[in-house]
């Protein structure tokens, strides 16, 4: 089976939100042109629950290929989680438990297949696990591996060097990492392995081990990372994931959450709107055209990428109803009041808006309390609960219904 060999789409998939590509752009296009299908695959360790748009980057890329007809392999990093990837990481990470990893796992095929095609008839897209041989390598094997990397090498990466300058200890499996990752491609006889540019030292080891072990080039594609408005990554190791499976409104609302500066990144990195379109949006936004009705199309997009066209629609029609026209949603928690009357202090706090009763002060100092749409400028404030309900809000997205009990 011969894969396709459509021009304007290998430009595509060979420029927008790739950084670099190993040996070089020129050696995997020749190979492309050519019609030669390559087994291709990116590998996700289940350190946590969600696939986010951070991953859907370059899971995006691997779709671009799979529709090309190259083969593609979705690898669940089961026992590699368990040591914990190093990259980036100053300190040690906490070794995962095969309870966590399983957990943590359980759902990602539902969620990678918003991305990937794993029901196609003729080209569907894989799934593995590297415990399947990683589990099963002896001691001897790993010793084989091992000689095939240097101590040079791995303290060159940054967050090492960093830990050394610094006094923090570096353990000796985090040195492993980069080699167990790098034997996946090994173990699969892989021809090319796509990921964040993050993953760039694991995937050349990869890539190393591929022409020690096998004799074979192994092409490594790295796309551009995901950042928000202040430059940190977005994922969960920053703490400010969007996932691909979060409700249609709190994706959407997350989307209007991030800064101004970001709207046409994500529209390059997380969308298939042409970059045609995206030049002609900043030209109108250099010109005074509002952001925000850019946002908002952004929002509705990557909506509807993971949830459908009507379901894009109810959650822009929510975020209008909520935000612009100032509305509390339709469906807001209620919260059951026997007394006559209740500060609005402990009333945050029992509702846990509040994590204390200085919290609770500092959010209605700051103008971040409502009381039935009306700021509340002091914390001396009884909130009366009636059969119909007093709505307190915090914030722009938190909402509870005080009735009388």
């Known amino acids: 089976m011969k894969a396709k060999t459509d021009k304007k789409k290998i430009d595509e998939i060979l420029t927008r939100t790739v950084e670099n590509i190993y040996p070089s752009r020129e050696a995997l296009e020749k190979v492309l042109h050519a019609g030669k299908r390559l087994k291709i695959y990116t590998g996700i360790d289940p350190t946590g629950p969600e696939i986010h748009l951070g ?41 995962l438990t095969d309870k966590e990893i399983k957990k943590n796992e359980k759902d990602y095929k539902k969620q990678v297949g918003k991305i990937l095609d794993f029901k196609s008839r003729t080209n569907p897209a894989k799934v593995m696990k590297n415990s399947a041989w ?48 790098g034997y996946d491609s090994v173990a699969m006889n892989i021809d090319m392995e796509v990921g964040g540019s993050d993953q760039t030292f694991n995937m050349l080891v990869g890539r190393d081990l591929m022409k020690s072990l096998k004799k074979k080039e192994k092409f490594v594609l790295t796309t551009t990372l995901l950042t928000d408005a202040s430059g940190r990554k977005i994922g969960k190791t920053e703490g400010n994931v969007i996932a691909i499976s979060d409700k249609p409104e709190e994706l959407y609302g997350k989307i209007m959450a991030l800064g101004d500066e970001v709207i046409l990144k994500m529209f390059a990195y997380c969308t298939d709107v042409s970059k045609e379109e995206i030049k002609g949006m900043a030209q109108k936004m250099s010109q005074g055209a509002n952001p925000r009705d850019y946002k908002m199309q952004l929002a509705h997009e990557i909506v509807r990428l993971y949830n459908g066209a009507a379901a894009a629609k109810k959650a822009e029609q929510h975020f209008k109803g909520l935000f612009q026209e100032k509305a509390a ?20 706090i029992k509702t846990k808006l509040a994590s204390s009763k200085s919290d609770a002060r ?4 700051q103008g971040g309390v409502k009381a039935d749409g009306h700021v509340l400028e002091g914390w001396d404030v009884d909130i009366i609960p009636t059969k119909k309900g007093a709505v307190v809000q915090k914030g722009k997205r938190h909402f509870i219904k005080i009735i009388k009990k």
């Open 362 to 365: 500092r959010l209605i100092e």
């Open 329 to 348: 949603p339709s469906k807001v928690k209620v919260y059951k009041v026997a007394d006559k009357k209740i500060n609005i202090v402990d009333l945050l």
């Open 55 to 95: 991953h859907a980057v370059f899971l995006r890329k691997l779709r671009q290929f799979q529709d090309l007809g190259h083969e593609i392999i979705l690898l669940i990093g089961d026992f590699t989680g368990m040591v914990g990837d190093p990259t980036g990481k100053y300190s040690t990470r906490q070794v």
């Open 134 to 181: 990683l589990s099963k390598l002896k001691f001897k094997d790993i010793l084989e591996l091992c000689s095939n990397v240097t101590v040079q090498q791995m303290i060159e990466r940054d967050m090492f060097e960093k830990r050394i300058k610094t006094g923090k200890p570096i353990s000796l499996h985090e040195f492993l990492y980069p080699i167990m990752q």
